[in-house]
């Protein structure tokens, strides 16, 4: 009764109670109880503390007191009596009070914070040297989750506890308990995914240790495997630090190779009809993933050299267990060069070896795709074909069909070829096999081969459809349900591969048995849902806006699946889990607060594909959409915050624009479609404004600017703008932040030089967003102009930050988005561009190219669009733009658009404001500066320009007595050789050399064309330009 009080106080006060004000913060029954009641609580339950006899009512008294400091806590209400009574119990000569209070201290570890921590770091240093092994386990819980909740400094003092820490699971490895030694493993992972550098001085300690552990085979495999994970943890949280470490990968490798040998011969195997792996769990499992995770982790350059000590050995083993072994390892850590070693293992005398020869196969065929399929197509294929005859073992035949998967997704049509007709005779045999599994996997294979082959695959429709057809009309029983999903799967797959009219004859057959299997599904759980929604799709984009008819049996479930809401658990830490709330079936769980919340994963899958579909549907069909587009867009609107799956907020994101393109075709009036917009532009930029991740973000602005390009013109309000601006400006500042973070870092004395790389991938992944972020100005300055302007001026001071940051990306940022500015507003930008002027004329000489090309690129614009205000400016840029272009290495390729760009900046300025020099000093330069041959986008401007001269008889241009026409016709051969001039501007040219070429003599002309080589004579003559 007493341990039931506890639980109902716990549920019932904590429960959050409705509110009918949405804004209003969630409260709980306890939130809103009087005070003099709360007390009371707060004092009997800390009586109960301390006089509790029974030690699981003490548990559950222990946490519903923590439950009444976190609420105290978060809702900063005092209990000055807790803390003394909790210090108290530490010092109680009983140990189950003394380990109670540390289990408080492990559920709300921002109790002690602000305790003085020489006092707090002298309570965790007495008790985990206490004489009862229980009381120096919930004190290491306690320590560990202070050390996770604290600052870096504090966290960093607390480094001196780490033996201590050690010390605690040796005591408990000695004493034999298990159950707790696991407990206390498990903690010390989670420090060491969160702060692995603690471990810094105490790791050549943790490494004998954990392995002792690993390989004391008579040890329960959780046991073990907690220890190997434990490495495993630090080897991925801190790469750098373990490389240092003498012998790390020379002691761990022996040891997963080992574990990966502790498989037993089971006649099961070979016989079962069900492939839903039960052993995911068992050490040959973690050794082959341990394997895989340190080949991440460390590198090849660590992992390799210690593997093939052991793998040749392994591989010429006569127990087939270390042969399944050093495959298995070959799969694991990605070594390409040895696929001579592996093909063999293909007819080994043992099933199960030819079963991991074909998983290493096809490892292999995904670590190195495209390199693989290239070179040894031949080799691979010829080998691996003949495994799909292994009659008497259709495990064997349906793991070789699996591997042709892997290696046909990265092959070219051409290269698969030759091969088609003996991978098809194999597959239409395990199709007709009995095996149901093996009949799954071949039709998988078929939909790949068919997704490589393209139209290649047209030769083998007419006998593999109708076999899949069959498959959909007669498998109908409850143990087919996966057979019929991959049977639509793949039927629809080849339909895309042959195209809309070599599919006809069957469409509308196979469109009628979808719509028997959607109207058959029932269970929530049933697997055709999933297959259906992409079925679907790809039929609707064979079939194109013919599909508009099928809508209305089509949306209905996939909007459902679309709105599909996850299951959610709140569990206590004693609850069991895994009775209730099994991974297989999907659960999730995380600890939070010292509860373990779970979430059922399984409906989310379905849920992101439905609404990728969604995406298809609208841009498949666009105006044949229209009845859905309001339906749709209340849907995927709030799955923006759907923070429980990545995938469906992306897809959600990327749904919006191809609604507004909807809305256009539809031709429902500007007036509906500006408001559509509208009510979509204000959910964006609300999450768009505090979006903390920065792949989403990315989506976030993709969206955004794709749906202004879909609108074509003006269709922001000034509130819009406004707050587009400022949600943009808030997170250049964060990013800003983190750039200087990420510098800091760098300069740290404990920065490694193996983190460089994580580091340099978080740039890329910022540079990529700033890029979108450059690209959605450009299309907001391009679609309102000098609108922008009033609140263009707010993003000025991020602006001036970026533009004289040390960070090369930073500078380019942000001339690019000056150059938007000077290019979509004209004049206009004059008043802000002022002070940054010098700016960029100094960056037209910046160390870095890509802030060189920005600059000249601008500096153009600036000629082009700036109007009179900017020709003491385009004077001024003549010298350093020439500079640029007469730089000795300017051709070279890392400068040739830089270059480029500057003999285009020139071009602009002398034709468009040359009103403060003379234009004719500057022109003979410029002639000698050209050709341009490579940017597709500056040449039709100068070559444009340089026709209009010629055609004009410029003297500057075509030099005393016509000297520099031996030139220009060069310069004119070489751009239409290069193909970078668009009509009629190439027909244009050709008609101005030809007359250039008729006007001089015999000699001179054959001097020209002898100075032009072979191949361009000849692409001339091929397009007919002599």
């Not at 914070?113 to 229980?134: M, T």
């Not at 899958?605 to 069909?621: D, G, N």
């Not at 100094?842 to 082009?864: K, M």
């Not at 026709?947 to 016709?969: E, F, K, Y």
Request: hydrophobic residues 45%.
């Amino acid at each position: 009764l007493r341990s039931f009080a506890a639980v109902l106080t716990r549920r019932v006060a904590f429960k959050g109670i409705p509110t009918q004000d949405p804004e209003a913060e969630d409260a709980t029954l306890w939130d809103v109880t009087q005070e003099e009641t709360r007390q009371a609580m707060k004092t009997h339950f800390l009586a109960g503390l301390s006089q509790e006899p029974n030690k699981s009512v003490r548990n559950k008294v222990c946490d519903t007191i923590a439950e009444m400091a976190r609420a105290s806590t978060a809702k900063e209400q005092a209990w000055p009596e807790i803390l003394p009574a909790l210090f108290e119990c530490t010092k109680s000569p009983s140990p189950e009070h003394r380990e109670s209070a540390f289990r408080i201290f492990t559920s709300v570890p921002n109790l002690i914070s602000g305790q003085h921590f020489d006092i707090l770091k002298s309570v965790f240093a007495n008790s985990l040297r206490d004489e009862n092994l229980h009381v120096r386990l919930a004190a290491a819980k306690a320590a560990v989750s202070f050390m996770l909740d604290t600052n870096n400094a504090t966290r960093n003092s607390m480094a001196s506890l780490m033996p201590q820490l050690l010390e605690v699971l040796n005591a408990l490895a000695t004493a034999g308990d298990e159950e707790s030694l696991i407990e206390g493993l498990v903690v010390m992972i989670e420090l060491a995914e969160h702060s692995p550098r603690l471990f810094r001085h105490v790791i050549v300690d943790v490494l004998p240790f954990m392995i002792e552990i690993v390989k004391k085979k008579e040890l329960e495999d959780r046991t073990r495997q907690s220890a190997l994970e434990l490495l495993l943890t630090l080897a991925e949280c801190a790469p750098g630090m373990v490389r240092k470490v003498p012998d790390y990968t020379t002691t761990i490798v022996p040891v997963a190779l080992e574990m990966m040998t502790e498989l037993e011969e089971d006649e099961d195997w070979y016989s079962t009809d069900d492939l839903d792996e039960g052993d995911n769990d068992e050490n040959y499992v973690i050794g082959e993933h341990a394997m895989d995770r340190l080949a991440r982790a460390l590198g090849g350059k660590a992992m390799l050299p210690v593997s093939f000590v052991y793998i040749p050995q392994m591989l010429a083993n006569e127990s087939w267990k270390a042969r399944h072994a050093a495959l298995f390892a070959v799969s694991a850590i990605g070594e390409g060069c040895i696929i001579g070693m592996v093909l063999p293992f293909l007819r080994d005398p043992h099933p199960r070896v030819r079963y991991a020869a074909c998983n290493a196969i096809g490892q292999m065929s995904t670590d190195f795709a495209g390199p693989m399929q290239k070179n040894h197509h031949a080799l691979v294929l010829t080998n691996l074909i003949p495994v799909m005859d292994d009659a008497p073992f259709p495990r064997v035949r349906a793991h070789a069909a699996a591997a042709l998967v892997n290696f046909c997704e990265a092959v070219e049509k051409g290269t698969l070829e030759p091969y088609l007709d003996a991978i098809f005779e194999r597959l239409l045999s395990l199709l007709n096999t009995g095996t149901t599994y093996v009949q799954e996997q071949a039709i998988t294979t078929i939909a790949t081969v068919a997704d490589s082959a393209e139209d290649r695959f047209v030769k083998y429709y007419s006998s593999i459809m109708p076999l899949l057809i069959n498959v959909l009309r007669q498998a109908t029983n409850k143990e087919y349900r996966l057979l019929r999903g991959k049977a639509m799967e793949c039927a629809s797959l080849i339909a895309l591969a042959v195209g809309k009219e070599v599919f006809a004859p069957h469409a509308q057959e196979f469109i009628q048995l979808l719509v028997q299997t959607q109207s058959s599904v029932t269970e929530a759980d049933d697997p055709q849902v999933s297959y259906l929604l992409a079925a679907w799709a790809r039929v609707c984009k064979v079939l194109g806006r013919d599909f508009v008819p099928y809508l209305d049996i089509v949306m209905p479930p996939l909007l459902a699946s679309a709105q599909l809401k996850p299951d959610f658990a709140v569990l206590d830490p004693e609850d069991d889990i895994e009775s209730k709330y099994s991974a297989e079936d999907g659960w999730e769980f995380v600890g939070v607060d010292g509860q373990q919340i779970g979430i059922k994963t399984t409906v989310l899958e379905e849920k992101c594909t439905a609404v990728e579909m969604l995406i298809c549907y609208a841009r498949e069909l666009g105006p044949g959409f229209r009845p859905y587009i309001e339906k749709v867009r209340d849907i995927v609107l709030p799955l923006l915050k759907f923070y429980f799956h990545d995938g469906v907020r992306h897809a959600a994101a990327a749904t919006l624009p191809q609604l507004i393109s909807c809305a256009n075709q539809a031709e429902l009036g500007q007036e509906y479609v500006i408001n559509f917009w509208h009510g979509i532009c204000g959910k964006i930029l609300e999450v768009m404004a505090t979006e903390a991740d920065p792949a989403f973000l990315l989506q976030l602005y993709v969206s955004f600017y794709e749906s202004l390009d879909f609108m074509n013109g003006p269709s922001l309000t000034p509130e819009l703008l406004e707050e587009f601006t400022r949600a943009t400006e808030a997170q250049l500042k964060e990013f800003y932040a983190r750039l200087k973070h990420r510098e800091e870092t760098r300069a740290s004395a404990e920065f490694e030089a193996e983190d460089e790389e994580t580091i340099l991938e978080d740039e890329m992944n910022e540079e990529a967003v700033l890029g979108e972020m450059s690209r959605t100005i450009h299309s907001v300055m391009k679609t309102h102009g000098a609108a922008y302007v009033p609140m263009f001026k707010s993003l000025e001071p991020v602006i001036a930050t970026f533009l004289a940051d040390t960070n090369s990306a930073s500078r380019q940022w942000a001339i690019c988005v000056l150059d938007d500015l000077i290019e979509f507003t004209g004049p206009h930008s004059w008043p802000i561009m002022g002070p940054y002027l010098p700016k960029m004329l100094e960056s037209v000489l910046d160390t870095a190219s890509d802030v060189r090309q920005a600059a000249c690129y601008g500096v153009g614009l600036c000629g082009e669009f700036g109007g009179p205000d900017y020709a003491e400016f385009c004077s001024a840029a003549l010298q350093p733009l020439f500079q640029v272009i007469n730089a000795p290495r300017s051709r070279e390729l890392e400068n040739l658009y830089v270059t480029e760009n500057a003999i285009s900046a020139v071009t602009k300025i002398c034709k468009f404001n040359n009103s403060k020099f003379d234009v004719n000093t500057v022109l003979p330069s410029w002639v000698q500066a050209l050709p341009i041959l490579n940017d597709e986008d500056e040449a039709p401007t100068t070559y444009t320009y340089l026709l209009d001269l010629i055609d004009a008889q410029h003297p500057s241009v075509l030099g005393l007595n016509n000297v520099n026409m031996p030139h220009l016709v060069t310069v004119m051969v070489e751009a239409l050789v290069a193909g970078i001039i668009p009509e009629p501007i190439a027909t244009r040219m050709v008609h101005t050399m030809k007359a250039a070429l008729a006007s001089m003599d015999s000699n001179m002309t054959s001097t020209i064309w002898n100075s032009i080589s072979p191949e361009k004579r000849k692409t001339l003559q091929d397009l007919n330009y002599l």
